[in-house]
């Protein structure tokens, strides 16, 4: 791991590269992540999903701790999934927002 490159910026490089497969955003930018805690014990992702009942869930989490864990090199990491609050499209990056037309 490169000395100017911090273990957040690579967890959000890697959070980057998981895509909800109805959405072509990812996770990140979608607003999905609502934090990033890196400690002794490893990495702990808070984040939610567009919908509760999302048919993807167990596979949007396992690829967050496979793409976390592989830019990284850290082997504990975990993706605690919440509702709370309930994502809506206010929370996307304005990229996101002008990829899918919502500006």
Same mark, same amino acid.
């Given at each position: 791991?490169?000395?100017?490159?911090?273990?957040? +910026?690579?967890?959000? +490089?890697?959070?980057?590269? /998981?895509? +909800?497969?109805?959405?072509?955003?990812?996770?990140? +930018?979608?607003?999905?992540?609502?934090?990033?805690?890196?400690?002794? *014990?490893?990495?702990?992702?808070?984040?939610?999903? %567009?919908? @509760?009942?999302? @048919? /993807?869930?167990?596979?949007?989490?396992?690829?967050?701790?496979?793409?976390?864990?592989?830019? %990284?090199? !850290?082997?504990?990491?975990?993706?605690?999934?919440?509702?709370?609050?309930?994502?809506? *499209?206010?929370?996307?990056?304005? !990229?996101? *927002?002008?990829?899918?037309?919502?500006?």
């Amino acid at each position: 791991m490169s000395e100017s490159v911090s273990k957040y +910026d690579l967890v959000i +490089d890697a959070l980057r590269k /998981v895509y +909800d497969p109805e959405i072509p955003v990812n996770v990140y +930018d979608l607003g999905l992540v609502y934090k990033v805690d890196i400690n002794e *014990k490893g990495i702990q992702v808070t984040m939610t999903l %567009t919908a @509760p009942g999302c @048919p /993807v869930a167990g596979d949007i989490i396992f690829q967050v701790e496979n793409e976390v864990k592989n830019m %990284t090199g !850290e082997p504990n990491v975990h993706v605690h999934l919440t509702f709370d609050p309930a994502w809506d *499209k206010s929370m996307m990056s304005e !990229e996101a *927002k002008l990829e899918l037309g919502y500006m």
